[in-house]
């Protein structure tokens, strides 16, 4: 499974951004597909999850209610809807693919990291 991320930038806090990701190369609907963070001098971490539905979702709590992600099996897509950002948000994001991602928050496949940077 590959996977293309896009949609990182610079913006203020308090301002939004979208993060887009799609996968290509096997079956998406069989992944629960998630974002990963990893911010400068920071181990990486987890951040959201859906499962192959769409409507099973986890968030790690520093984002929750802030965060949406969302997922659209028939465009091999999913995308992390990031509202009320914060400085602290700052970090490069990765797309993410596994079998156990939204339960256990274990990646099998990783996409390229897409750079997300919130000026206070």
């Known amino acids: 499974v590959q996977l293309q991320a896009s949609g990182g930038g610079l913006v203020q806090a308090g301002g939004s951004l979208r993060l887009s990701c799609t996968a290509s190369g096997g079956t998406f609907s069989r992944y629960a597909m998630g974002w990963f963070r990893q911010a400068p001098g920071k181990e990486r971490e987890f951040v959201a999850a859906?499962?192959?539905?769409?409507?099973?979702?986890g968030y790690a709590d520093s984002v929750k209610g802030r965060f949406t992600i969302s997922r659209d099996n028939a465009k091999n897509a999913v995308a992390l809807q990031m509202n009320s950002l914060k400085p602290e948000d700052t970090a490069v994001y990765y797309c993410?693919?596994?079998?156990?991602?939204?339960?256990?928050?274990?990646?099998?496949?990783w996409g390229q990291g897409t750079q997300v940077t919130v000026s206070s």
């Open positions: 859906a499962g192959w539905s769409g409507y099973t979702r």
């Open positions: 993410a693919a596994g079998v156990v991602l939204l339960t256990n928050q274990v990646a099998d496949y």
